[in-house]
């Protein structure tokens, strides 16, 4: 999964690629972007989508000074069931009105949350324009509510990168402020110094890291609870030098890497909800599946169009096939009247074709008289067998040809007799043939 993270400062724009596959991360490339001089957020934007290819999971981290928060006690467990209550249970407590901001929330330690809004106009023009540009964010956020997956932080500290800082108890964050133009360094201090006048116990670290870092950690502040305030600056961890390279890109990108890390794990606040919620994932779903089932649809026409071609092929070669029949059957009968079932009645004279009669069937019968016959007969049109009493009716090529035929049948029969012979013009004749059927013993 690739993830392009943009980050909206006051006098810049960062904007970084990475992608997760299984336990390994990918920095695709970096870029830095100023502010001011000619220069919008618009034409920044227009940048960024001319250099970006594929479909990154765009997300746009806005100026933490954008959200407030306040650390909420809550009998529930479930984020989605704390999103719904905040807006009525913060009523008359934040300077907005609840259906003008956007909320969202984050566990916090010791079992309370902390809530998160921001202002709804806020968020739909950081949209508008980048969606206008061509990458519309799938998420916004901002980069602090990503800290607690900064490598190397862990337990209880305070961190910091000079545009806000976050408490962090037991790897949960307490507390946020962000920090407004001006001296970071003299923000921090006041900021913490504010923190431990409230009587707040914090944790006596405080990890620095961004391009102020070495600034950062050069602060003054007075001890903590009976205990100096241990200040160091956020470590390039070794398993991260491949993918990073240099110190100077792991403080300019850690903030976006930590971002990407906690959007990857699903524990990114998100404040495109309600009326703002990405909705280009359902279009593309929905066009999905529109396609499919066109596709679908086009099958279907398809496969009755072809069962129907079938239909009318089959019913054609039925046709045909009838039409066969009924002239066989007129040629095999053909002084009978047309029959309600050609096909029946001629199953059923074969039927009594196959059937045995004294010594031989009849259909044994008719294939010797074929073979007896050769070429000089020049057919049989009649055959009639009563019992072994046999009688035939053809045309010969001559009178001798019918002697020749009686002949040949000599084997088959013990009396045969050549019965009236008729002559044609055309030097053919016609003969009648009797004679009784030899008995073949079994």
């Known amino acids: ?82 999103r719904e209550v905040l807006p009525a249970h913060l009523q008359g407590e934040m300077a907005l009105q609840p259906e003008e901001a956007v909320f969202d929330a984050l566990p916090s330690a010791d079992g309370s949350f902390l809530a998160l809004w921001a202002r709804r106009s806020d968020i739909a023009q950081a949209i508008t324009v980048f969606r206008e540009a061509g990458i519309e964010p799938q998420i916004v956020s901002a980069v602090p509510f990503g ?36 001296n970071p360094q003299q923000q921090l201090s006041a900021t913490l110094t504010a923190l431990e006048m409230s009587d707040q116990v914090l944790p006596s670290q405080l990890i620095v890291f961004g391009q102020q870092a070495d600034q950062l950690a050069a602060v003054e502040v007075q001890p903590l609870a009976g205990e100096r305030l241990d200040v160091r600056r956020l470590e390039l961890p070794a398993e991260l030098a491949p993918l990073f390279r240099t110190d100077q890109a792991f403080q300019q990108l850690a903030g976006l890497y930590a971002v990407a890390q906690a959007c990857h794990g699903g524990v990114l606040p998100d404040f495109r909800r309600g009326e703002l919620a990405w909705t280009a994932d359902d279009a593309k779903q929905r066009k999905k599946l529109l396609l499919t089932a066109a596709l679908g649809a086009l099958a279907v026409l398809l496969l009755f169009v072809y069962k129907g071609y079938q239909y009318r092929q089959a ?34 004279e074969i039927k009594k074709l196959s059937t045995t009669s004294g010594s031989a069937g009849v259909l044994d019968l008719l294939k010797q008289l074929a073979e007896a016959k050769r070429d000089s007969i020049n057919g049989l049109y009649e055959a009639e067998l009563d019992g072994r009493s046999l009688r035939v009716k053809g045309d010969a090529r001559s009178a ?36 009784t059927l030899k008995e073949v013993k079994r």
């Open 1 to 82: 999964m690739e993830y392009l993270i943009i980050q909206i400062q006051e006098q810049q724009v960062l904007a970084a690629r990475f992608g997760f596959g299984g336990r390994s991360a990918t920095l695709a490339g970096a870029a830095s972007f100023e502010l001011g001089n000619g220069q919008e957020l618009a034409a920044v934007a227009d940048r960024i989508a001319e250099g970006s290819s594929g479909s990154p999971r765009v997300v746009l981290c806005l100026p933490p000074a954008l959200f407030a928060q306040r650390s909420v006690d809550l009998p529930l467990k479930e984020l989605r069931k704390v």
């Open 147 to 182: 800290w607690s997956r900064l490598p190397g932080i862990s337990g209880s500290c305070l961190v910091s990168d000079g545009t806000a800082l976050a408490v962090f108890r037991d790897g949960k964050p307490l507390f946020m402020r962000a920090f407004g133009s001006g």
């Open 315 to 348: 019913k054609a070669d039925l046709a045909s096939l009838n039409g066969s029949i009924a002239a066989i059957y007129r040629e095999i009968f053909p002084n009978r009247p047309k029959a309600v079932d050609e096909l029946a009645e001629i199953r059923g």
């Open 400 to 435: 001798q040809a019918a002697n020749e035929f009686k002949a040949a049948l000599a084997p088959l029969m013990t009396t045969v007799e050549l019965g009236e012979v008729k002559s044609r013009p055309d030097g053919t004749v016609s003969f009648t043939l009797a004679g």
